[in-house]
């Protein structure tokens, strides 16, 4: 699994791992929807574009995550998972989809993301619960 | 991640953070030795020594003994700020711009209550929405009036009948912070906000009803009508989807703050902007606004919670319910306060801590003037709760500040394994608690056990001085979102 949750006290922490940032994003929306929904299925069905910003990989990252959260939160789309062009999903249907939690936001505590000497990157991010 | 910091005993209550580094002051937590102990293993100390990094921050970077561990501050965490040198931090405030708590004691005693106990949680469940994205379709608010909510706070919610004009005088900066731009509020968090007005969200916020089961000062307990045995309500909640997104929206131009003002970040969440700066000015606007938005939305719930005594007990207890007092988790404020025996106007930031104004403070409304404020100190949803008076201790040592709460002990996945082969609702049930939740989930994630004991916390700070007990209550039913 390319996302990992580790001990936090207060909120949701997880490492994500992949080859590049494109990569990074999917996984970091695969642990949000696990946040957001747990295994509940979630259809492709729709694609919301987002255009990642920010200055350095970091920020990016957790740019494109806010956006995928607004999208849950406002207009109640969950999130499948990222495409090239921003995300793809479906509308939360109350009988398909199980509302585990909210997570209020995704936070810039301790964001960094880091390159291993396989080549790898890794981040690590905070959602605030 | 650094090496956790250091730290040094000062006495039974106190410990040092030692200046190191790029700290620009030491920093001072507030527990006794089993709390310090739960410390390990998490950054929160960490946290502590990251805040005293800030540019202008006056005296030590403060933590309480529910202190744990956040994202930019600690929960827990108090730091003040000179006026002409200091900053503004979102993280120094957290998403849940004013996340809260207000206590209402009804005229009922528990053992007439207890009968028509269950009804009185199906009644309250149905009034107050809870639970993930909750909205309500009763009161949703057309922009105008959302900007007039966002301006106005508590004060708007009584003007057009939801509550009586004497909550205002129980309400911490009586329900409405000056400062508020409703114009710096994003449609994002418009968007957000405007149909959660009165409702009560998930995780750890909640609606409960409880009894006085104890009082420490039996006089104070009886000025705030709280006699022993008294039936209240307690609601923590704060400023919903809409505070949220004023927080998200800040942080990106804190960070760019950040570097325009050569301001250097232990972590990305701390950024910040000089407060006389512009990117602070916006922030303040949109954070005092996102403040009133919270007052209103727990005035609005009271006046629910009335309703739904109303239809069970009828409306004379309803109409004799009042609120006992109302305060903020989450915020900065500018405060006067006295600093090397000089008085000095203070950014006092609050994340995860309460005001607690000594007796004779000029903020407080007359009636609290000789007793000073009361602080509400919800436990976890299975033991008990406080409620504490502010000190000259407090004002002295802390801002004027105290505890919030029990702070979590085990993370939300370690509480679900724990519950996963019990049925939590049911324990409570067994305990004397009834038990309204929209799913499974948040009940397993909030289990008592979650939670430190609040009674270690309370502790602490009054015997440190900083605090001082008067009642505690008990619960007997709870609505979880």
């Not at chain 2, 827990?76 to 209402?104: K, M, Q, T, W």
């Not at chain 2, 760019?256 to 303040?284: F, M, N, V």
């Amino acid at each position: 699994m390319p996302y990992r949750f580790f001990p936090h006290t207060g909120d949701a922490a997880v490492e994500l791992e992949a080859s590049d940032e494109p990569g990074l994003r999917a996984a970091g929306v695969a642990a949000l929807r696990e946040l957001l929904v747990g295994d509940s299925p979630v259809a492709s069905e729709s694609e919301r574009r987002i255009s990642p910003s920010g200055h350095d990989p970091a920020e990016r990252l957790i740019h494109f995550l806010r956006e995928v959260l607004y999208l849950y939160d406002a207009e109640r789309f969950v999130p499948a998972e990222a495409s090239p062009g921003g995300v793809r999903g479906e509308p939360f249907q109350a009988g398909r989809h199980r509302a585990i939690r909210e997570v209020k936001a995704v936070t810039y505590h301790g964001v960094e993301v880091r390159r291993s000497e396989d080549g790898t990157l890794r981040a690590s991010v905070v959602f605030d619960l | 991640m650094a090496t956790a910091p250091r730290l040094e005993r000062i006495d039974a209550y106190r410990w040092r953070v030692p200046k190191e580094g790029g700290m620009r002051t030491h920093g001072l937590i507030f527990a006794d030795e089993g709390l310090i102990q739960d410390l390990e293993g998490d950054q929160a100390v960490q946290q502590v020594a990251n805040v005293a990094h800030l540019p202008g921050i006056i005296g030590p970077a403060i933590a309480m003994p529910d202190i744990h561990w956040g994202y930019g501050f600690p929960i827990g965490g108090v730091a003040g700020f000179d006026e002409a040198e200091g900053v503004v931090s979102p993280g120094g405030v957290g998403y849940d711009i004013n996340c809260g708590v207000r206590l209402l004691a009804t005229p009922l005693s528990i053992t007439e209550a207890r009968p028509r106990l269950a009804a009185l949680m199906d009644a309250l469940y149905r009034t107050i929405p809870s639970g993930v994205g909750a909205s309500r379709s009763d009161v949703t608010l057309q922009r105008r009036e959302l900007e007039a909510v966002l301006r106005d706070g508590a004060r708007w919610t009584v003007e057009h009948g939801f509550g009586v004009p004497a909550d205002l005088e129980a309400i911490e900066a009586n329900g409405t912070l000056e400062g508020a731009d409703p114009g710096a509020v994003s449609d994002r968090a418009k968007e957000r906000g405007k149909s959660q007005l009165g409702t009560v969200g998930s995780g750890n916020h909640f609606v409960e009803i409880g009894y006085v089961a104890e009082t420490y000062d039996a006089a104070a307990a009886a000025r705030l009508g709280l006699e022993p045995g008294r039936l209240t309500v307690f609601i923590h909640s704060g400023s919903r989807g809409l505070g949220y997104q004023v927080c998200d929206d800040s942080l990106e131009t804190m960070v760019r703050a950040s570097g325009k003002y050569g301001i250097t970040l232990p972590d990305r969440q701390l950024c910040c902007a000089p407060l006389g700066s512009p990117e602070a000015r916006h922030y303040w606007g949109a954070m005092n606004a996102a403040a009133n938005f919270a007052f209103a939305n727990r005035q609005l719930m009271a006046h629910y919670a009335r309703r739904a005594l109303d239809q069970v007990f009828g409306r004379d207890a309803a109409e004799r319910t009042r609120l006992v007092y109302d305060v903020c988790h989450n915020i900065a404020k500018m405060e006067r306060h006295e600093v090397g025996g000089e008085p000095r106007r203070v950014c006092v930031h609050r994340k995860g801590a309460t005001r607690a104004f000594p007796p004779g403070h000029a903020e407080l409304a007359p009636q609290f003037r000789d007793l000073g404020q009361p602080v509400l100190i919800p436990g976890d949803m299975g033991r008990y709760s406080y409620v504490l008076l502010g000190t000259e201790g407090a004002y002295r040592e802390t801002f004027g500040s105290t505890c919030h709460g029990a702070g979590r002990r085990l993370s939300r996945h370690q509480a679900k394994k724990l519950a996963r082969p019990r049925n939590i609702t049911r324990e409570l049930e067994a305990q004397g608690v009834l038990v309204r939740a929209a799913t499974r989930d948040t009940i397993d994630e909030e289990m008592p056990e979650a939670y430190k004991d609040v009674s270690r916390v309370v502790n602490v700070v009054h015997a440190a001085g900083i605090g001082r007990k008067v009642a505690q209550l008990k619960p007997v039913g709870v609505v979880k979102g």
